[in-house]
């Protein structure tokens, strides 16, 4: 149990404090509601190069990671289609630097075009790097392009576009941040050695005169229901065949979404989950196969995918894993399968919580997602899953509703 407080300044930033005097540490996470999912699509990777740019300086601060380092700690960030999150962690006797520091590029990021074009090359070369000249590195943008239609999901984080990236005025720049990095759009969460009076006290003298930004409206498009079977298949210099499938999945707070992980689980966790099990082990079709889910706000994907043995027709191995699902979709589990995952989430779970951070982290996403003491039900709702509630998210399975992407090596036939 994380047991917390809650308050919200007049400018609207949201303030949790989790006090926990069994460490000498404290973790100070910023969510920023937005992510991909909110650019548009002639415009596309701002919110990751914005996860960079927040480190070249705000207007006082000319070196971000120097003045926490000096203060004992470390920091870090990362992106996804629904958010944006910066942490710091350091000793709890310093708090007040990282006050200073998030508050600072809260306040206004320092924005010249040296430092813009120093984060577009550095995110530029990222994209080359784990996009272009990797093997199987446009998979997401694929699979992305290939199951949305409309929704901005139908690109990675990372940006559709290469060139996105490289023609970002600095106008445009500004812009995005003061309408989404204002403190009606975040979520301060300070945990650890910590309390409540003194965070109180620092919030109000560091974020309290920051100006709200704009209320924002958000008018992203719905996903039509899917109902037919989408196939792309390219051949690249890649060493084996590899099959990728996505189906249309429940959103993240839909009542569905923790019987659809459990499902997930049960087909590809672990050298005895179904799909390991079928595919790899006694078939041997796939020298490897899992499956994944996209913990998206908004209508999600749940992925398999495998890298196809030598000498197994593409053919061959996807009808195997069409027939592996089918058997999900129309079988209910046993018992015995459902009760062991359920145990390894509350393990997992349970493990996560010992983590300052983790704990961190938890309460500024389920703020965001509506209700910050939703964090402490997530073993509640894991265990109280039913084998009815794992058949109906097996529904999914419909091949009208699967994108399937089939990469083959270039030698293949």
Known sequence: ????????LKNGLSVIVHEDTLTTMAAVNVLYKVGSRDEQPEQTGFAHLFEHFMFEGSVNI?????VLEKAGGENNAFTSNDITNYYDILPGNNLETAFWLESDRMLSLAFEEESLATQKNV???EFKEHYINQPYGDVWHKMSALA???HPYAWPVIGKDLSHIEHVKLETARKFFFKYYRPNNAVLVVAGNVKTNEVKRLAEKWFGDIPAGEKIIRNIPKEPTQRDARVLEVKADVPVNALYKAYKMCARKDGLYYATDLLRDILSTGDSSRLYQTLV????LFSSITAYITETIDEGLFFVEGRVSEGVSVDTANAAVEQALHQAMNEKVEAHELTKVQNK?????????TNVLNRAMNLAYFDMLGNA???N?????YKSVTIEQVSEAARIFRPDNCSTLRYLAKNSN
């Open 62 to 66: 000319p070196e971000f990671d120097t």
């Open 1 to 8: 149990m994380i047991k917390f407080e809650k308050f919200e």
């Open 123 to 125: 995110v530029m070369e």
């Open 377 to 381: 039900r997530e073993i509640e709702k």
């Open 148 to 150: 949305y239609k409309v």
């Open 373 to 375: 003491d939703d964090a």
């Open 281 to 284: 082990k006694e078939q041997k």
């Open 345 to 353: 989430m509350e393990s997992y779970l349970a493990f996560g919580e």
